[in-house]
């Protein structure tokens, strides 16, 4: 009896005290995009005998000012920094999983993937100009979609995003017009439509309302089964959005000429490359060398980029290309010696 | 006699409608409440369990409970009033024994209101700049203190209030005595005005279970069960806040039955805090 | 006024054994520390809100513009939001809180007081992240499919009302979230009128039945004229709850920094506007900006409160004198 309850004490400890033994605990925080990816990646790590991440998602921008008042190891982004910014702040930045973001629509009788729409129309209906599903502008486009003289309810999201980021980067670089007016951000000043909270908040608006097209991660279009609209491409294409097009985006990107990984991914060139694919990158301080918990987190990453790749697609995330998570190798070599 | 009879009808039914109308504004209430709590139970009831209880917050597609997350809350409402608590009475002592005259005591108990109303994130937002960016990490003891902050107004009130209504009499019969003044408040006051400050106690344990606002910038969140206050910690209102607005069912599910466990804590609270509370009214 | 009976009966501090002397220390040095803790945080809040006070100036206040990317902040928008879903909530939550007071006070039989009483107050008790989840999956649905399509086909072809109630019926907007604040507030407002009216002494009841008023005329002329200041500090209070609500409202108020006339559309306060991008706030004076919203409303629900206060005090003033 007595060892009964000294083996339960000692398996209880044993479960609670990895936190103590190994000193550093590693605690992480940002994107809210990236947390289900972080949190199963954490899971399965421990599993195995690594270190237990602590992940949570606060937001791109909260995870930007948290990793600079250093209150937590690693910062996660969907928005990448520019080096001057990172130098300035003592930072390396480098990218951990690719998804994108999909244009939603509510549309009575069109299937998903059913109808097409360019950047620059895109950008119209953002911008308030394109105001019925019937405008020559989207018809001309569906030659064999007869589309509802419905108006359009534009909905975005009402918390700062990376999401948005990505979203309005894209129509930034496709209509001059946007650029102009309103400009990129990971929240920006709308000219019309109506917000919701976080992806779930959009989604639910895009399902009530009838004739209403919002932006929503890959994962909320799938786990919602929603009806998504294709969007051409830099090479006059539509691709379906999904792991194959996001990754043709992903490799058709340049990592290698830019410095700290600084790119984002949308409109890339390619012809089955997705136009809106989004990347997250993780922020990490430029220590004098990997020790402790920078290390713990470098070996998760490491490890994940290694074993991960399982898991992210069961969550419909891409993994990165081995070319790119080669280059992170040599970065980390590179910044922290 | 018609003209009188025609007006003391419309007196009547003035009195009808007003009186109607007020049953109709306590229905409009009752179903409010009755419309909140079925949401929740329908949507929480199947997903109880006694995995709830035993198992940490899982990571997407995998099986879970809400153990961390309710341990935590558990640990740091603890500490909570282990801060709060005493501060509070004293504090209140100190209100109820200085007189309404000082003004200084006049502008605790003005504060103390402010207190009891200003907007939580305020606190956690104070919290963060004094706690968090300091020691360099989100904690435990952050969130904490953030709920203490939270709960301590509600203390100081109640303390002051029930304390006040304790008979001069008795205090007076103590004094005479010879006793010290704080073994007056100590074994004369205290005992005699239990009862509402246990009251207000337990009202505001229920105030600061459900607060999410605070508890966003100071405890954080843990994926895993920690009991290390030194580190960020799992927390109910943030579980459920991040997983209600998540893609995946199976974190929606939890986040219901989370809010279903939560609300049913701090509703037995309050029904708690007005059954002790019964005896004095009475 | 047993506290003046204290201050008499002990002699004052030099005289006082040294155990008293340091438990008025203790006692006092608590209660300064609840001082403290607002003053700290209210510098705290100003503190971080000045760049944003020194950058804009007035503009600050009057500015209509909310933009990120080009770093320019007004709080007119989330001040208006503000303003229009709390009193949304007043006018729903006055007249329901009185309503309730009124069947506490004189249309319930006895038996039933107690438990309605204890109902309605339990609504107090709902965490407000409750009343969110409850706000964006449930109520803004039903306010879109059934209120305010109805609302919008009955009121908005009339003149001048119609224009706020004209708008796609979203479910989301300053209507829902109004109404969801007024159900949050409706517990303590009519804790405090029902409270009050029993305060009224048996003696002016039982004269004004005596000379045939009914139920109603000795509520609406006895009463609420006895009770007038403590119903206005009541209502303060609501409107301070109101006033600084989050998590509920930032759930169903759509967050759309944009002035629309129609309360169907969406729309922002401070509180929403705090939660919805403080984490997002990605430059210095973003986020000095969204913590000088912070400080505006620090400021009004302190005024609203000290009203709330200064009102409740008149009652008891005028109870003393009686």
């Given at each position: 009896m007595k060892s009964a309850i000294a083996a339960l004490a000692l398996a209880l400890l044993s479960g609670f005290v990895p936190g103590f033994a190994n000193a550093a605990e590693i605690t992480g925080a940002g994107s809210t995009f990236v947390y289900p990816l972080l949190a199963k990646w954490s899971d399965d790590y421990s599993k195995q005998g690594g270190a237990k991440i602590n992940y949570q998602s606060i937001g791109s921008g909260g995870g930007i000012a948290q990793i600079k008042a250093a209150t937590v190891t690693f910062g996660a982004s969907d928005m990448p920094l520019p080096p001057a910014d990172l130098h300035e702040a003592g930072l390396i930045q480098f990218p951990a999983v690719i998804g994108g973001v999909v244009p939603a629509v509510n549309l009575p009788g069109v299937a998903p993937g059913a109808l097409r729409l360019t950047g620059p129309a895109l950008a119209d209906i953002y911008l308030g100009r394109v105001k019925t599903w019937n405008d020559p502008e989207i018809v001309s486009l569906n030659p064999g979609l007869t589309l509802p003289a419905l108006a359009i309810t534009v909905v975005h999201r009402s918390d700062g995003s990376g999401t948005t980021f990505n979203w309005v980067d894209y129509l930034a670089k496709v209509s001059p017009e946007w650029k102009a007016r309103v400009g990129e951000g990971t929240s920006v000043s709308w000219p019309t439509g109506v917000g919701g909270k976080g992806n779930e908040g959009v989604a639910a608006y895009v399902q009530r309302i009838k004739g209403a097209i919002g932006y929503l991660e890959y994962a909320y279009i799938l786990q919602n089964k929603m009806t998504y609209a294709l969007v051409q491409n830099a090479a006059g294409r539509y691709p379906e959005p999904g792991k194959a097009s996001f990754q043709e985006a992903a490799a058709s990107a340049e990592w290698s000429k830019t410095s700290d990984f600084?790119?984002?991914?949308?409109?890339?060139?390619?012809?089955?490359?997705?136009?809106i694919t989004a990347t997250s990158f993780i922020l990490i301080h430029r220590t004098?060398?990997?020790?402790?918990a920078v290390k713990g987190a470098l070996d998760f990453f490491r490890w994940a980029f290694a074993h991960g790749d399982a898991s992210a697609e069961a969550l419909d995330y891409v993994p990165l290309p081995a070319s790119l998570t080669a280059a992170i190798e040599a970065y980390w070599q590179a910044n922290l010696p | 006699m018609s003209a009188g009879g025609a007006r003391m009808l419309r007196r009547q039914v003035v009195n009808g409608l007003a009186l109607g109308l007020a049953t109709l504004a306590t229905l409009t209430g009752l179903i409010a409440l009755v419309w909140i709590l079925a949401t929740i139970l329908i949507n929480g009831a199947g997903a109880l369990g006694p995995h709830l209880f035993t198992r940490a917050t899982p990571p997407p597609g995998s099986e879970g409970g809400l153990l961390n997350a309710l341990l935590g809350s558990l640990m740091m409402t603890g500490l909570a009033v282990l801060l709060g608590t005493p501060i509070g009475i004293l504090a209140g002592t100190h209100l109820a024994e200085s007189g309404g005259r000082r003004w200084i005591a006049e502008a605790v108990r003005f504060v103390n209101d402010i207190l009891l109303s200003a907007p939580s994130i305020v606190t956690g937002l104070f919290v963060y700049e004094i706690i968090v960016q300091p020691s360099g990490h989100f904690s435990g003891i952050a969130g904490a203190v953030a709920m203490a902050m939270v709960l301590l107004p509600v203390v100081v009130r109640t303390t002051d209030e029930t304390l006040r209504l304790v008979p001069v009499s008795l205090r007076e019969a103590a004094l005479a005595l010879g006793a010290p003044l704080w073994r007056m408040v100590l074994f004369v006051l205290y005992p005699a005005a239990r009862a509402g400050m246990m009251t207000g106690l337990l009202l505001g344990i229920a105030r600061i279970s459900g607060e999410t606002a605070p508890l966003?910038?100071?405890?954080?969140?843990?994926?895993y069960l920690s009991f290390d206050l030194t580190r960020p910690m799992a927390n109910m209102p943030v579980v459920i806040f991040q997983f209600a607005l998540s893609p995946y069912p199976a974190w929606q599910q939890l986040a219901w039955a989370g809010a279903l466990l939560m609300t049913l804590f701090v509703l037995l609270l309050s029904l708690g805090a007005r059954f002790m509370l019964r005896p004095r009214r009475g | 006024m047993s506290g003046m009976a204290i201050a008499r009966a002990a002699p004052r501090a030099?005289?006082?054994p040294w155990g008293d002397r340091l438990f008025r220390l203790l006692l006092a040095s608590a209660a300064i520390l609840v001082l403290a803790l607002l003053g700290g945080t209210a510098l705290a809040i100003f503190w971080g809100a000045l760049p944003a006070f020194l950058h804009f100036g007035s503009r600050f206040l009057t500015g209509l513009a909310w933009d990120p990317v080009r770093q320019e902040f007004g709080a007119l928008v989330p001040i208006y939001g503000t303003l229009v879903t709390s009193a949304i909530a007043m006018v729903t939550a006055v007249p329901i809180s009185f309503g309730i007071a009124l069947f506490l006070t004189e249309v319930a039989p006895a038996w039933l007081r107690a438990p309605i009483g204890a109902a309605i107050e339990l609504l107090a008790g709902i965490p407000s992240i409750i009343y969110g989840m409850w706000g964006l999956f449930v109520f803004a649905p039903f306010m879109a499919d059934h209120v305010e399509p109805a609302l919008t086909a009955l009121l908005g072809p009339l003149p001048i009302l119609g224009v706020l109630f004209?708008?796609?019926?979203?479910?989301?907007?300053m209507l829902t979230a109004g109404l969801i604040l007024s159900i949050m507030v409706v517990p303590f407002i009519s804790a405090v009128m029902r409270d009050v009216f029993l305060l009224v002494p048996l003696a002016l009841r039982e004269a004004a039945v005596g000379l045939g008023a009914t139920r109603w005329e000795l509520v609406w002329r006895v009463v609420l004229p006895q009770t007038r200041s403590a119903v206005m500090g009541g209502i303060f209070l609501g409107l301070g709850r109101a006033l600084g609500e989050t998590m509920a409202v930032t759930f169903v108020?759509?967050?759309?920094h944009e002035f629309s006339a129609s309360l169907l559309m969406p729309s922002t306060s401070i509180a929403a506007a705090i939660a919805n991008e403080f984490t997002e706030a990605d430059s210095n004076l973003y986020r000095s900006s969204l913590i000088a919203l912070g400080f505006l409303l620090f400021v009004i629900t302190f005024v609203v409160l000290a009203l709330a206060k200064w009102l409740l005090a008149r009652l008891s003033a005028g109870e003393a004198r009686r």
């Open positions: 600084d790119l984002v991914l949308t409109n890339a060139p390619g012809d089955g490359a997705y136009p004098a060398g990997a020790t402790g | 966003l910038f100071t405890a954080l969140n843990n994926q | 030099r005289r006082l004209n708008g796609p019926p979203l479910g989301i907007g108020l759509g967050n759309a």
